[in-house]
């Protein structure tokens, strides 16, 4: 009864906010140029809360915290939260150059095919696609994941229904619809995470009992310099800043903006506030290693510090609030989706006419939904065979930060050319596979003859700096 409860539940949450994004696109989506870019039209206001919302998705609620309760504590959540911040901070510095050297444009690939030629676009579209599409898995596995876990609702019923609805109304109201929800659900993320930090603090007796309680667990936990926790946080923020960069929901979001200082204090703000939020998600974790039976150790079958926060809540807490967290999950999740589907449609959108002879708009408008319905698919396929959020966001991370440095080095210098792009591209991808942590990867490079007698211990910290240091070679 309680699955159904929840169901009943989920799926008004999400028929509501369809019925919002329906309602406040309807007649303002008339061509093409409106259903991706909305160009110079959002002000300040509500592109800060789209921003907040598009990277604000259900993983702060399990990455930051399985990294406060196992990669390093506090040290490892600051970490995080900076990382998290860099790459709205840097586009604050790059959105006012792109909107100037590309005033028409509307896709990251747009800018690799004109820069670099059509090899570099390939690569750039392969790689822009895989990242959100792992990035959309991920976000899938992490809900119906908690949700099959909490509640016994099977994992395809609720990826099926939350797909389905935004699939509807961004599909009908791309972007003003994406940018519409996502601030709606702004203002109810914000208050509820605050809320629901002040209720554990309460019922857990204070922060006095809690320091006492994680400390006597693990006293590096709350040690700011805690060596472990600040490489994690070290190698996290590179490969946060690089993913982030080659990530179509923020370019779209530049030419949203009314115009460059609304773009900048909307990227600025959201920045700060979305590190605020990350620390605030990590410590959950930390809290959870204090008042809760983890195991901790990633060999262990019975893992279960990915979803630290949920079974603190569940410990700790009546099944009302665990309800309320469950929603601020869906909310998170939509707001991602919605943000992420949009993106990947707006790429489609901007590419194909390079393969077909002058479409029509509708011709356009249609194509692109019906490719994105194939790509959200897709998603809900891998989110079903996956287990772990963060080696699919690890794994999207590292072919971002492949073609990241190269790709934007191009807008302040005219020496970068195609072939020059393709070979740091390519290498650095090849040196940050041969470091990153995979049991399929290192087993197979371990059994090549010549090299598997040399094969480096795995290491994200070495996957993601070797990379951009041989790029810099």
């Known amino acids: 009864m309680q699955s159904v409860v929840f169901l009943s539940i989920l799926f008004l949450l999400l028929v509501s906010f369809t019925a919002l994004g329906f309602w406040h696109s309807r007649g303002r989506v008339k061509s093409v140029e409106d259903l991706i870019t909305a160009r110079n039209s959002i002000g300040r206001g509500a592109i800060t809360a789209t921003l907040i919302s598009s990277v604000m998705g259900v993983w702060i609620l399990f990455i930051p915290a399985e990294a406060g309760a196992v990669f390093g504590g506090v040290s490892a959540i600051i970490g995080y939260g900076i990382g998290e911040a860099l790459p709205l901070l840097t586009y604050a510095k790059l959105g006012p150059r792109i909107r100037k050297l590309i005033p028409n444009g509307h896709s990251l690939t747009e800018y690799a095919y004109v820069r670099y030629g059509p090899t570099a676009y390939f690569l750039v579209l392969v790689v822009s696609i895989c990242y959100m599409l792992?990035?959309?898995?991920?976000?899938?596995?992490?809900?119906?994941g908690v949700l099959e876990l909490i509640m016994e609702i099977p994992r395809w019923q609720s990826a099926l229904m939350i797909i389905f609805f935004v699939l509807l109304y961004t599909g009908y109201g791309g972007i003003r619809a994406s940018i519409f929800t996502d601030t709606i659900q702004t203002l109810l993320i914000l208050p509820l995470m605050i809320a629901f930090a002040l209720f554990i603090v309460y019922t857990l007796g204070g922060t006095a009992t809690i320091y006492t309680n994680v400390f006597s667990v693990d006293p590096n936990l709350l040690n700011p310099g805690f060596k472990t926790g600040l490489f994690f946080g070290f190698w996290v923020a590179i490969a946060i800043l690089s993913a982030e960069l080659m990530n179509q929901t923020w370019w779209q979001r530049i030419y949203a903006s009314r115009d460059d200082s609304n773009l900048q204090t909307s990227f600025i703000a959201a920045a700060l506030i979305n590190m605020f939020i990350v620390i605030l998600a990590g410590l959950f974790g930390v809290i959870a290693r204090g008042h809760v039976d983890?195991?901790?150790?990633?060999?262990?079958?019975?893992?279960?510090?990915?979803?630290?926060?949920?079974?603190?809540f569940q410990t700790v807490s009546p099944e009302p609030i665990l309800v309320g967290v469950l929603i601020l999950a869906i909310l998170l999740t939509i707001g991602s989706a919605d943000?992420?589907?949009?993106?990947?449609?707006?790429?489609?959108?901007?590419?194909?006419?390079?393969y077909f002879n002058t479409p029509s708009d509708n011709s356009l408008r249609f194509?692109?939904?019906?490719?994105?319905?194939?790509?959200?698919?897709?998603?809900?396929?891998?989110?079903?065979?996956?287990?772990?959020?963060?080696?699919?966001?690890?794994?999207?991370?590292?072919?971002?930060?492949?073609?990241?440095?190269?790709?934007?080095?191009?807008?302040?210098?005219?020496?970068?050319?195609?072939?020059?792009?393709?070979?740091?591209?390519?290498?650095?991808?090849?040196?940050?596979?041969?470091?990153?942590?995979?049991?399929?990867?290192?087993?197979?490079?371990?059994?090549?003859?010549?090299?598997?007698?040399?094969?480096?211990?795995?290491?994200?910290?070495?996957?993601?700096?070797?990379?951009?240091?041989?790029?810099?070679?």
């Open 134 to 144: 792992l990035f959309l898995s991920a976000e899938l596995t992490g809900m119906t």
């Open 294 to 312: 983890l195991i901790t150790d990633p060999s262990n079958p019975g893992y279960n510090a990915s979803s630290s926060l949920f079974l603190l």
């Open 339 to 354: 943000s992420l589907l949009n993106a990947l449609s707006s790429l489609i959108t901007a590419d194909l006419p390079k």
């Open 367 to 473: 194509g692109a939904r019906v490719l994105t319905v194939i790509v959200a698919f897709v998603a809900i396929y891998i989110s079903l065979q996956a287990r772990s959020v963060l080696g699919l966001f690890l794994l999207a991370d590292l072919l971002c930060a492949a073609v990241a440095g190269p790709f934007l080095y191009g807008l302040y210098s005219k020496k970068t050319t195609g072939s020059g792009f393709l070979i740091s591209s390519i290498s650095g991808l090849v040196v940050g596979i041969i470091y990153f942590p995979n049991e399929t990867i290192s087993s197979f490079l371990g059994s090549l003859p010549y090299y598997g007698s040399i094969h480096p211990t795995p290491n994200f910290l070495f996957a993601f700096s070797e990379l951009h240091a041989f790029q810099l070679l």
